[in-house]
């Protein structure tokens, strides 16, 4: 987190007051602080509250992206729609004029992970000590669910592991973030790449999918393609409302779990 942004006593309760009505808190802002960290830091700032470890994100995404503040939205949304746990909401407001970078300007207020750490805070051996134990919750699981769904919507940016949160009281908890890059295409396999770290790559190559992280990641991933399957008009909705989005199509709606997973089994292995 970066530096505190000192702000009137009454710019505090009208920021807490955003916040118990949009996201059904009941809590005290504590203080607000420049975000510190990634390519948006200067239109990027977090609340962070008197319960713990519950922070808020106010983001306007100001990297260029095409569409970058209402992807961001409309992608969190799609992941809220689709049941993915710990999916981070968000709302956009206009009534942030006590900010001077958000003053008339439509911001994302994103509800963040609880005690966020970013995965490239993690050593190696975090990394490689991740559960594969517990079924739905474990990390494996949960990023099969989360590649299925950026594979689907596009969403980029997904090589960097700063884009990905997980609860440092729950290492396995893993989610998606910085959603401003989506719906320009079809996600990308080299962007997952990243989870050879996570997996003993002997035995990933001579188990393959036997291979318990490799069969929760699997898991995983037909969870959600079979959400989608389930919840496509619902989905298809949510895209018409917006120009850019309406009638966004995908190879990863309609391909095959088990080719797309051999295929990506096979890059991972490589
Ligand atoms: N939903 C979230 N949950 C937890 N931490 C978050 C969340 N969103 C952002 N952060 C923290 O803020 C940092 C910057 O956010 P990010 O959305 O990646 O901004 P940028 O677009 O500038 O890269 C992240 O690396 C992470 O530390
Ligand atoms: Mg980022």
């Not at 805070?121 to 990023?143: I, N, V």
């Not at 997996?199 to 999918?209: H, P």
Request: hydrophobic share 40%; net charge neutral.
């Amino acid at each position: 987190m970066g530096p505190e942004i000192p702000l009137p006593a009454d710019a505090l309760v009208r920021l807490k007051d955003l916040i118990n009505r949009e996201f059904g808190e009941d809590s005290a802002v504590a203080s607000v602080h420049q975000a510190g960290k990634g390519g948006n830091n200067a239109n990027h700032v977090v609340v962070k509250m008197q319960k713990d470890g519950t922070h808020f994100g106010l983001k306007k995404p100001s990297r260029g992206a095409a569409n970058g503040n209402d992807n961001e939205k409309l992608v969190a949304d799609l992941a809220v729609c689709l049941g993915i746990p710990n999916a981070c909401p968000v709302v956009q407001t206009k009534e942030i004029d006590f900010i001077p970078a958000f003053s008339g300007q439509t911001v994302n207020v994103i509800r963040w992970l609880p005690n966020p750490k970013t995965l490239d805070e993690l050593t190696p051996d975090q990394k490689k000590a991740m559960s594969a134990a517990k079924g739905k919750g474990s990390f494996y699981f949960r990023m099969g669910e989360w590649m299925a769904f950026g594979l689907m919507f596009g969403v980029r940016d997904r090589a960097n592991d700063g884009n990905w949160a997980v609860d440092s009281n729950d290492l396995d908890c893993v989610v998606m973030i910085d959603l401003e890059e989506a719906l320009g295409g079809p996600g990308q396999f080299a962007d997952y790449s990243w989870l050879r770290d996570y997996v003993d790559l002997t035995q990933a190559k001579e188990q393959r999918f036997k291979y318990r992280p490799l069969r929760l990641f699997c898991q995983g991933y037909f969870t959600l393609w079979k959400k989608f399957v389930a919840r496509e008009k619902e989905v298809r909705e949510k895209l018409h409302q917006h120009s850019f989005a309406a009638g966004f199509q995908c190879e990863y709606m309609t391909k095959k779990p088990d080719v797309v997973l051999r295929d990506f089994l096979g890059l991972l292995c490589n």
